[in-house]
């Protein structure tokens, strides 16, 4: 089982920039790049969405059609460390955002199903 944590979330004005970290720790031995890694958002009275996940291995990455050509998730094995890094942003993108992690899915996907998942960062993008 691994643990996760998010952080850099906060409150930003629409068209600014924000980027999330997840740090995740495990078993001694653990490496990140066994493991597909997604962020997820949820906002008040809405379901939860898929937002962007990155592979084990080779590290392909996919995004939710909202977030195409905005966001982008990139990791630091080394740091045990995913980002996103998210641009111009709208007031739809307000949420909480949760990374999630799964072993044993050579390509991700948002529709998956992830055993792990951390507390949440906030995202408030507003004027």
């Known amino acids: 089982q691994l643990q996760l944590v998010e952080s850099g979330g906060g409150l930003v004005q629409p068209g600014g920039s924000l980027t999330l970290s997840c740090t995740a720790s495990?078993?001694?031995?653990?490496?990140?790049?066994?493991?597909?890694i997604g962020w997820f958002r949820q906002a008040p009275g809405r379901a939860r969405e898929g937002v962007s996940c990155i592979s084990p291995n080779d590290g392909t990455t996919r995004y939710g059609d909202s977030v195409k050509d905005r966001f982008s998730v990139s990791r630091d094995v080394a740091k045990n460390t995913v980002y996103l890094e998210m641009k111009s942003l709208k007031p739809e993108d307000t949420g909480i955002y949760y990374c999630?992690?799964?072993?044993?899915?050579?390509?991700?996907?948002?529709?998956?199903?992830?055993?792990?998942w951390g507390q949440g960062t906030q995202v408030t993008v507003s004027s």
């Open positions: 999630a992690a799964v072993r044993l899915l050579p390509l991700c996907a948002l529709s998956a199903a992830y055993d792990d």
């Open positions: 495990g078993f001694s031995g653990f490496t990140l790049d066994h493991y597909a």
